[in-house]
């Protein structure tokens, strides 16, 4: 067995140990001055991150707060509003929105595609009512499609300006390419605890000029996550409510990392090594779920040949290796495995990672696949390393 465990689930995702040290640090006062620095530069050094104008949100809370933030700031009860669904997270927006709303419609996606723009666009025009907002997936976790989010907004814009585009970037952001303003992105959230490699408990949300002035006209009851609030304290660099002060620390020792790797070499990182394990894998006899256009730079799904496969690999891989992959989701749980590849993830964590699968299937399958993934998989990334 491997010694050094690693965590190569789609979140949590191991923290880098220049963070861990940080938010080891002494406890300090939130109402202090020493607090209100470290405040600024987490909510400023966001921006780059998801691509807004304006200081990032930040919620002491999951990634699943933001999801339920972008809806009750946005919509008005008897709003209408589409929900993009292509698996479990976008069910999960489906949930919260019929929640709390009357006349929520549902754009079904088969589970391993990407939205189709137009079919879409489409969609919203055969509803009876124009929609307040569209919800959507940047990345859909569950089954490792990242939808195509600067299309789908522009196709947004032009066809339905008035409309409001939210896009849940959890399991993305940090590690794509992101920009309210060139994709009419009006909410883009995220959490901490993904390529942002942070520890789970901090939630995020970038918005739009109009959005703010959104937010302070809908009647929608919230307390905790009523946005004006947050971006009040903001001004002052700092926070209505008890904020999770050693995670603001983790921010900001987060955002320092970006400004000294420079933010495109961090994406062009996670693509390489997406590109490299997708080669790995397809050379392996192991079947992607996803095609190659529409595949997460963040999380890869693929699909072994029978349930026994399934369980035995990822069983070996955490018994034999110390190695943590994902199972499948909802209608997918039992067929597919996942493999995360974000934040401090490396080439060398997925070489790793290849060699144990190599090993593995051999026994499994009665024949040597010894040096196929590898080889591969050095192939693409060698020019990046």
């Not at 339920?68 to 997270?89: C, K, Q, R, T, Y």
């Not at 929608?220 to 904020?243: C, G, Q, V």
Request: glycine content about 6%; charged content about 20%; overall charge negative.
């Amino acid at each position: 067995m491997y010694h050094h465990p690693l965590l190569l689930t789609p979140g949590p995702t191991p923290i880098p140990e220049r963070i861990q040290r940080v938010i080891q640090e002494p406890m300090i006062g939130h109402r202090t001055k020493e607090f209100e620095a470290i405040a600024e530069k987490a909510y400023k050094g966001l921006q780059p991150v998801f691509g807004s104008k304006n200081e990032v949100m930040i919620f002491t809370s999951s990634g699943t707060s933001a999801l339920e933030a972008s809806m009750v700031n946005i919509l008005n009860p008897d709003d209408h509003v589409a929900v993009i669904v292509s698996g479990a997270f976008g069910n999960r927006y489906k949930q919260i929105a019929q929640t709390y709303f009357h006349n929520v419609h549902v754009f079904d996606v088969p589970w391993g595609e990407a939205v189709d723009v137009n079919a879409f666009i489409d969609f919203l025009k055969s509803l009876p009512e124009q929609v307040t907002a569209v919800y959507s997936q940047y990345c859909e976790t569950s089954t490792s499609v990242l939808h195509p989010i600067h299309e789908l907004g522009h196709a947004l814009h032009e066809n339905y300006p008035e409309t409001y585009f939210v896009v849940d970037g959890v399991s993305c952001v940090g590690a794509v390419d992101a920009d309210l303003e060139r994709d009419h992105i009006d909410v883009l959230v995220s959490g901490s605890q993904k390529a942002i490699m942070l520890p789970p408990g901090l939630a995020f949300a970038a918005y739009s000029d109009r959005a703010k002035a959104r937010f302070a006209e809908v009647k929608t009851p919230r307390f905790y996550l009523d946005f004006n609030k947050y971006i009040a304290s903001a001004e002052n660099n700092s926070t209505p409510f008890t904020p999770n002060v050693s995670l603001y620390k983790g921010v900001a020792a987060y955002a320092d990392f970006v400004a000294e790797q420079g933010f495109e070499n961090v994406i062009q990182r996670h693509y390489v090594i997406r590109d490299g394990l997708r080669a790995a894998l397809k050379a392996l006899d192991l079947p992607l779920l996803v095609k190659d256009e529409y595949a997460s730079p963040t999380v890869t799904a693929f699909v072994p040949t029978s349930p026994t496969e399934v369980s035995t690999i990822k069983n070996e891989l955490l018994n034999r290796f110390n190695i943590t992959i994902a199972g499948g989701q909802g209608k997918l749980k039992g067929q597919i495995l996942r493999i995360g590849h974000l934040g401090q993830i490396d080439t060398a964590d997925i070489l790793q990672c290849v060699s144990a699968l190599e090993i593995i299937l051999s026994e499994l399958r009665h024949e040597s696949y010894v040096g196929k993934g590898t080889t591969a998989y050095l192939e693409v990334v060698k020019a990046y390393v």
